[in-house]
């Protein structure tokens, strides 16, 4: 049953071959067996998940039951649930419970999917390997030794290890796309606005992005169908229709042009790891694709235009953790300036607290036209080049890491080693477009993920090309060993 796709599992609830309740207890029990090891889980909420099974079961004797009801699933804990702790992997949060739901989670409860539980994931998702949580590190099921990355690390623990069958997740500089590189699975990063971010907790509000990280390109499209569409309550939401990327999954790839951009195949790619991604890529070829050589010349400019920007925004949003009206408050404070101080120290964890001042210290007067305004124009650029490369090639391809998950604490003190992790990732944030990582092999044991990156709105062929792939080749029905019973 824990390897079965959403498609089967619906069919399986729909027959009557399982009940909601006796698929969401299944998975409850994995999360119990296994969750110990790999810490993916910061909250399950078993009591709710099997409520609301008990009420999708009831639907689909009625007959009125959709595609996904009762299909378990986990969120990222940066979305807003209703009477359930929500925390972003921090202390500041630990005592948070939200009073209402995000958009995404009333969308997909709406749908009649039990939530089993909140998912861990880096500190206010800053981070690149689920190192920075409160509640710890999370560990790669594939090597309990490694990273899964970040900042969705437990959804993408979760995922692979099979504790959940899908995942929210969010995506700032590759968030989604890394994570589901470094353990083996399908996540897609649609194009900014295309998923309502009102209830999902802010990092760098022009970048952050919800999406899905699943075991295929088949369950991400049934997934990100029901969370798209326009929300009035995001100033950000685009006003577009809906779509049914399911139903364009099988459109064969003939005459399809993928571009390759020099700049992701030379200097701090893992050779092995770059020998998969173009093994994935003449599977392309077999499938009718047209292969293309591009550039993408301000490539190298994404990573330190990104850590000015996103810092920036971060200093921002975070500044309403203050100790006053939620979160965490310092005990016994001397007066007003020492309950925001030691509030905000002892509640921010080290990486958190690096960001807020390089953000602070960037807007700050005098130094706004020399960093923020400047990235704010390298981010213009690197949107140009895509515009550019979109006029030749329909997809672009590349590594989606550089290496595969490295070891816990290997890059903890080297925080410009850290931040490279993202270098393939951190541009489509930047520009706005729609990202995916599917997985395309393994180097040493070690899942390595190819990255699709597409034009605005362009999830429906993103996901068509990943399938197509996936028919192909086996990796994403892949599992960890010690997760296969």
Known sequence: MYNKSLNELSAALHSGEVSSVELTQYFLDRIKRYDGEINSFITVTEEQALASAAKADKSIAAGQAGKLTGIPMAHKDIFCTDGVKTTCGSRMLDNFIAPYNATVVEKLEDAGMPMLGKLNMDEFAMGSSNETSFYGAVKNPWDSTRVPGGSSGGSAASVAARLTPIATGTDTGGSIRQPASLCGLTGIKPTYGRVSRWGMIAFASSLDQAGVLGRSAEDCALLLEAMVGFDEKDSTSVERDTEDYTSTLSKPLDGLKIGLPKEYFGEGLDAEVGKVVEA????????GAEVVEISLPNTHLA???????????????????????????????????????????????????????????????????????????????????????????????????????????????????????????????????????????????????????????????????????????????????????
């Not at 003449?282 to 499938?287: N, T």
């Not at 975070?318 to 030691?342: A, K, W």
Request: glycine letters at 10%.
């Open 280 to 287: 994935a890529i003449d599977e392309y070829k077999k499938l």
């Open 303 to 485: 990573v330190p235009a990104y850590y000015v920007i996103a810092p920036a925004e971060c200093s921002s949003n975070l500044s309403r953790f203050d100790g006053v009206r939620y979160g965490y408050r310092c005990e016994d404070p001397q007066d007003l300036t020492d309950m925001y101080m030691r509030s905000r120290g002892e509640g921010f964890g080290s990486e958190v607290k690096n960001r807020i001042m390089i953000g602070t210290y960037a807007l700050s007067a005098g130094y706004y036209d020399a960093y923020y305004l400047k990235a704010q124009k390298v981010r213009h650029l690197i949107s140009d080049d895509f515009r550019q490369a979109f006029e030749q090639v329909d997809v672009i391809m590349g590594p989606t890491s550089p290496v595969t998950a490295f070891k816990i604490g290997e890059k903890t003190d080297d925080p410009v080693a850290m931040y490279l992790s993202d270098i393939f990732t951190i541009a489509v944030n930047l520009a706005g477009l729609p990202g995916m990582s599917i997985p395309a092999g393994m180097v040493g044991g070690l899942p390595v993920g190819l990255q699709l990156i597409g034009n605005y709105f362009a999830e429906g062929r993103l996901l068509n090309i990943a399938h197509q792939y996936q028919q192909l080749a086996d990796w994403h029905q892949q599992v960890p060993a010690g997760y296969t019973d």
